[in-house]
């Protein structure tokens, strides 16, 4: 049977987390296109996944706010590459979702190329964090978008989201699953962590791994 927890965060990183991301965490701007990006002048971290995956509800509870990241009402509304600065110290990246199938081929074309501009040459880039729905499991183009984050060398932790709605023995079958995704690709973590934005596991967890990558205070 895998483990889910086979790299505890420390009380001392849990700590640190609760603190970082008790501070504000403010809207900076939106990039449509890789020249309205904004200067990296911040350590960042980039959350990635399928539309309706949970990635705003995910970053609203990270963040303690309701409304930091909209909900999206329409799956794949956002198509922009939204900024968030926590406290000075850590950027919070939100990614549009990807996979959604009306969207038109050119809208789609134009993000993936924004995408693929950001994370290939930023700078500031720490970590991409790809959602994977826990009812859902990874598809084809969750693999694509592990294997752009491989071939750029992003370290990439995967989260499993809406893990309220699964029972534990699928929740251990998704991370069977997974473990082979994650153990073929450098750049991904081994760990992988459940949350669910809606009941508050694990979000405590992943705040104390990412607060790690903060810049100083
Ligand atoms: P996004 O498109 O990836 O930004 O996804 P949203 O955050 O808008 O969420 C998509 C849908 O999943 C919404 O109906 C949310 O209420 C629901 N959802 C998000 N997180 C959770 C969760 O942790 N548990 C459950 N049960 N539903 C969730």
């Known amino acids: 049977m895998p483990e889910i927890s086979d790299d505890t965060t420390s009380d001392q990183d849990i700590e640190a987390g609760r603190v970082l991301f008790a501070q504000e965490c403010s809207y900076v701007t939106s990039a449509v296109d890789s020249a309205s990006l904004p200067k990296p002048n911040l350590p960042e971290i980039a959350f990635a996944g399928r539309s309706n995956v949970g990635k705003s509800s995910l970053l609203n509870a990270l963040a303690n706010r309701k409304s930091l990241a909209r909900t999206s009402a329409m799956p794949g509304r956002t198509r922009q590459v ?12 939100d990614l549009p979702g990807y996979g959604y199938a009306q969207a038109p081929k050119q809208v789609v074309q134009d993000w993936t190329e924004l995408v693929k501009f950001y994370l290939r040459g930023r700078v500031s880039l720490r970590r991409a964090v790809v ?42 079958a998704l ?9 073929k690709r450098a750049a991904v973590l081994d760990h992988m962590v459940p949350v669910s934005a ?20």
């Open 82 to 93: 939204n900024f968030f600065d926590l406290g000075g110290r850590l950027g919070l990246v």
């Open 131 to 172: 959602l994977i729905d826990a009812r859902v499991g990874p598809k084809a183009n969750d693999r694509d978008a592990l294997d752009l984050l491989d071939q750029a060398a992003v370290p990439t932790q995967l989260v499993m989201t809406k893990v309220d709605k699964v029972k534990p023995k699928d929740l251990a």
């Open 175 to 183: 991370i069977e699953k997974l473990t082979p995704e994650v153990a």
């Open 198 to 217: 809606l009941k508050g596991a694990g979000i405590s967890d992943l705040r104390g791994r990412l607060g790690t990558l903060a810049g100083p205070k």
